[in-house]
């Protein structure tokens, strides 16, 4: 929260990652499992929104919000971006429901995006007025597996599958044919994620906006 309460401040838009809680509760949390950022073991979906917003984080007295609270602190000051992830053992259509609960009646600039076509697809059938996105990298970085391969290869013909209305790409890997077609069909490009003036600069040239971090640090 300490992060988004700084973006507000410096009039900046906020990306986020959501999962969902064992309970059904949309939660801003970027990895599936709790060990990286809370020291305790176990995967996010395996807990309840209780016990997860009163988990701290990394050390400090930040704990891990609900997207509710979250928005309920951005109170529509700054457009927000939500990303989507699905965990292990959870429906597109239980994730999809907490996300819409959590946003319904929120009247602040909202898009979503995602890796998996299939949710932005889930999107575009139940709030096909919410702006969405397609996230992707080179195949080389989304295929450790097999099955990352096959979704890989999914998003690949995305654009067919979710509609989706922007495109999200790996700033290591631009220039992109994908980037290029996206921009060429009048989709517009966000690069993800820059951290420093080498990221900005391939950006500028190959992209109209981007996903940053550690924005304010010296050369950054």
């Not at 016990?51 to 400090?60: E, M, N």
């Not at 959870?90 to 429901?97: A, K, P, T, Y």
Request: proline share 5%; with cysteine.
């Amino acid at each position: 929260m300490a992060a988004f309460r700084a973006a507000v401040a410096m009039g900046f838009a906020i990306e986020l990652d959501v999962r969902v809680s064992r309970d059904g509760v949309a939660m801003v949390f970027h990895d599936v499992e709790l060990d990286r950022l809370c020291g305790r073991a176990g995967a996010l979906a395996e807990h309840d929104a209780a016990q997860l917003t009163s988990l701290k984080l990394l050390g400090t007295d930040e704990h891990i919000p609900t997207l509710e609270q979250t928005l309920g602190a951005v109170a529509g000051r700054v457009p927000v971006l939500i990303e989507v992830k699905l965990s292990p053992s959870q429906s597109i259509e239980r994730l999809g429901r907490a996300v819409v609960a959590a946003i319904k009646g929120y009247g602040g600039a909202l898009a979503m995006q995602s890796f998996d076509p299939r949710i932005v697809a889930w999107f575009r059938r139940h709030m096909p007025r919410l702006p969405r996105g397609q996230l992707a990298s080179d195949l080389r970085e989304m295929a450790p597996t097999s099955s990352a391969a096959r979704l890989a290869l999914r998003v690949m013909l995305a654009r067919r599958h979710g509609r989706p209305q922007f495109l999200g790409y790996d700033v290591r890997y631009l220039p992109s044919a994908m980037a290029r077609a996206a921009r060429r069909d009048g989709l517009a490009v966000l690069a993800w994620t820059v951290r420093n003036a080498a990221d900005r600069r391939r950006a500028r040239d190959h992209a109209d906006n981007i996903i940053f971090e550690r924005a304010g640090e010296p050369g950054h």
